[in-house]
């Protein structure tokens, strides 16, 4: 069974930057598609970005330039590298496979971005 780990939020000012990451309890080459969403405060989860192992990333346009997902096979895990943070990414963060499986969900990573 899969467990996901998600860590590295917190408080920023607009314009910081912040790295999360995803520890995977098993091989994750095993899941060559993964993803990063993010769940706002009264709003529905929503895909942030995705990276597979062979045809690469893809991102939401609200953070096409300024996110980056990557992922260590040999760690086991998966970052989101984020940068120029704007109030409305104020979510918490997760990460799942992609399509997302429900089993897979874990506690997430609270976000904020505020002065």
């Known amino acids: 069974q899969l467990q996901l780990v998600e860590s590295g939020g917190g408080l920023v000012q607009p314009g910081g930057s912040l790295r999360l990451s995803c520890a995977a309890s098993?091989?994750?080459?095993?899941?060559?598609?993964m993803g990063w969403y993010r769940q706002a405060p009264g709003k529905q989860r929503e895909l942030v970005a995705t990276?597979?192992?062979?045809?690469?990333?893809n991102y939401a346009d609200s953070v096409k330039g300024r996110f980056i997902i990557s992922r260590d096979n040999a760690k086991n895990t998966v970052y989101l590298q984020m940068n120029s943070l704007k109030p409305e990414d104020t979510a918490i963060y997760y990460c799942?496979?992609?399509?997302?499986?429900?089993?897979?969900w874990g506690q997430g990573t609270q976000v904020t971005v505020s002065s």
């Open positions: 098993t091989y994750i080459f095993s899941f060559p598609n």
């Open positions: 799942n496979v992609n399509p997302p499986r429900r089993e897979y």
């Open positions: 990276i597979n192992s062979i045809r690469g990333t």
